[in-house]
């Protein structure tokens, strides 16, 4: 029985000594490139994900922008009281004026501004200022 435990352990020590000497050599070629083809592919993703990220970002923005537009016509409206009419056709005061020159003047920016009187009173209008993803509605006084 003794002798057959010792087979085994130089049979044991000569598949180690084959191992640790096939290990010395380093990585086969297939192994080098499975792993270049699965790190390619894990960076392709990664990059995708980032340009993803940074789409949405800037488009937040853009939209952040856009509400920021027309809401500042809008309290330009608010502060400097247009006259009455059914249009910005008609006479505006010079700082709302000055503020829709402005804001039409910049091509990104087309906000646009509809006045509708309310009927029974001279003095107030709706206010409506549309840009692209935005609308705001609001009762204001006039001239």
Known sequence: ?????TERSEVSGVSCVAL????????????VCVALAIFLVGTTALL???????????????????FYDVLETMESLVTA???????????????SA???????????????VRLT???????LAWAVVVREHYSLKRLVRCR
């Not at 994900?49 to 856009?66: K, Q, S, T, Y």
């Not at 009281?81 to 700082?95: I, M, Q």
């Not at 009187?117 to 003095?123: C, E, I, T, Y």
């Open 1 to 5: 029985m003794h002798s057959r435990h």
């Open 48 to 66: 995708g994900g980032w340009n993803f990220f940074n789409r949405v970002v800037a488009d937040e923005r853009m939209r952040l922008e856009e």
């Open 81 to 95: 009281r247009p006259n009455c009419a059914d249009s910005l056709t008609g006479a505006l005061s010079r700082d």
């Open 98 to 112: 000055h503020l829709l020159k402005l804001a039409r003047s910049q091509e990104s920016s087309s906000v646009s």
């Open 20 to 31: 640790a000497a096939n290990s010395r050599l380093g990585f086969t070629l297939p192994e």
């Open 117 to 123: 009187r309310v009927l029974g009173n001279p003095h």
